[in-house]
Nanobody, 125 residues
Framework: QVQLVESGGGLVQAGGSLRLSCAAS????????MGWSRQAPGKEREFVAA????????YYADSVKGRFTISRDNAKNTAYLEMNSLKPEDTAVYYC??????????????????WGQGTQVTVSS
């Protein structure tokens, strides 16, 4: 099973940008669909974005469409989430996940696939 480690979170003002990274090890990265989900305090984890194993297909939650971009570099075993025009409501712990099925990644079930430990993103108003 692949191990995932997120990085790049932090504190940013509204309207700012951050890029999250998800480094994978212990598996064949190119065979996995990758995704990002987030969980705000007191709320359920929600899907943010996903990308197919080849990078040719991407999916986004309506709330981030046009502001966030998911990408991957299979040579570096890393997935990214570029976040622009950040809003206070984007504040959450962001998790990356991986699975051979893009549908599973998009469902964002913490009990399915591999998950990282999360990275905190805080957007101040």
């Amino acid at each position: 099973q692949v191990q995932l480690v997120e990085s790049g979170g932090g504190l940013v003002q509204a309207g700012g940008s951050l890029r999250l990274s998800c480094a994978a090890s212990g598996g064949y990265f190119s065979s996995y669909a990758m995704g990002w989900s987030r969980q705000a305090p007191g709320k359920e984890r929600e899907f943010v974005a996903a990308i197919s194993w080849s990078g040719g297909t991407t999916y986004y939650a309506d709330s981030v469409k046009g502001r966030f971009t998911i990408s991957r570099d299979n040579a570096k075993n890393t997935a990214y989430l570029e976040m622009n025009s950040l809003k206070p409501e984007d504040t959450a712990v962001y998790y990356c996940n991986a699975d051979s099925s893009s549908a599973t990644v998009r469902r964002g079930n913490p009990g399915s696939g591999s998950w990282g430990q999360g990275t905190q993103v805080t957007v101040s108003s």
